[in-house]
C-alpha cells in the first residue's frame, strides 16, 4: 500500500442514490440562472450522455 497515492469509489447509484435526483438538482440550478429546464428531461439526457461516453481509464497503472 506504500504506492497508493489515492482511492476513489463510485458513488452515485452505487454506494448511494442522490435525492433529489440529478436533474432534480441540475433544473434548480439552471432556473436560478434563468433557464427554465424540465428535471426528468435532464435526468435522460445525463443518462443517454453517461452512455455514449464511450471506454476511459477509471485507474492510472504504474
Known amino acids: 500500500m506504500e504506492n ?5 469509489f463510485d458513488v452515485g ?5 442522490p435525492w433529489p435526483s440529478v436533474g432534480h438538482a441540475y433544473a434548480e440550478v ?7 429546464a424540465a428535471p426528468e428531461e435532464i435526468t435522460q439526457r ?3 450522455a453517461w452512455r455514449q461516453r464511450g471506454e476511459f481509464e477509471y485507474t492510472k497503472n504504474g
Do not use: P, Q, S
Request: proline share 0%; hydrophobic share 55%; charged share 20%.
Open 30 to 36: 439552471a432556473m436560478r440562472h434563468g433557464v427554465d
Open 13 to 17: 447509484g452505487t454506494l448511494i442514490e
Open 4 to 8: 497508493v497515492a489515492a482511492i476513489t
Open 46 to 48: 445525463f443518462i443517454e
